[in-house]
């Protein structure tokens, strides 16, 4: 079956830090991922979008790696603040405007 | 970016009764809308494809006369819980991308959600 993981325990680190986050997934080729950011309580905020033909992406403090061998993409925040907490979410186009979500992982960046 | 507005953003029902929530675009146009159910802690579950103009195509699993969706224009997009039941209870999420007008199609904007409580 067709499945999207992500860390289920959250991250905690120092601000000024690096976090990384993962996201896998098996029995999909999906031709772009997504990451979004979800606040308590709000719906998902579109951050970047990555291609197939695409091995990294970044948009200011953000970075996100595509390895369609491995199955598997990599988001990165850089220099990290307290704001940066929240939910992120993993996501992949299986067909037309439908998108399906990993289950987020939560981060909280440490003052 | 484009928006996309949810209302109500929380709501308390009895058992029994029917719920509605709207989703609108507010600055452009979706023929194809989304909405999501998310427990907490989980991931978000699509439900339903909403299609402007014709009729909603439900993910197995999930019952239509239940969850009744109607897409009436190009800028909202329905979902009724219909005999609600403290098992509705959930955080309810729409979609819609946006496709021209220099938006990368494949991007999905949110509301704000909705948290349906069923007492």
């Known amino acids: 079956s067709q499945k999207i993981e992500q860390n289920s325990e959250a991250l905690n680190i120092q601000e000024g830090k690096t976090a990384t986050l993962t996201c896998n997934y098996t029995?999909?080729?999906?031709?772009?991922l997504q990451w979004y950011r979800q606040d308590p309580g709000r719906g998902p905020v579109f951050l970047l979008l990555i291609r197939e033909n695409e091995k990294e992406k970044r948009k200011e403090r953000l970075k996100v790696t595509f390895d369609t061998t491995l199955k598997q993409s990599l988001f990165h925040i850089t220099a990290s603040q307290p704001a940066d907490s929240a939910t992120y979410l993993c996501?992949?186009?299986?067909?037309?405007?439908?998108?399906?979500f990993g289950a987020g992982t939560r981060l909280f960046v440490k003052a | 970016g484009a928006v996309v507005s949810q209302h109500p953003s929380r709501v308390i029902c009895k058992s029994g009764t029917s719920v509605k929530i709207e989703c609108r675009s507010l600055?452009?146009?979706?023929?194809?809308m989304f909405w999501y159910r998310q427990f907490p802690k989980k991931s978000l579950m699509l439900m339903a494809t909403s299609n402007e103009g014709s009729k909603a195509t439900y993910e197995q699993g999930v019952e239509k006369d239940k969850f009744l969706i109607n897409h009436a224009s190009l800028t909202l997009s329905t979902l009724t819980v219909t005999s609600a039941h403290p098992e509705d209870s959930s955080f309810y999420i729409c979609?819609?991308?946006?496709?021209?007008?220099?938006?990368?199609?494949?991007?999905?904007?949110f509301g704000q959600g909705t948290r349906l409580t069923v007492v």
């Open positions: 979609s819609a991308s946006v496709t021209g007008g220099g938006f990368v199609n494949t991007e999905a904007f």
């Open positions: 600055d452009f146009q979706a023929t194809t």
């Open positions: 029995n999909y080729s999906p031709a772009y």
């Open positions: 996501a992949l186009n299986t067909g037309g405007f439908k998108t399906i």
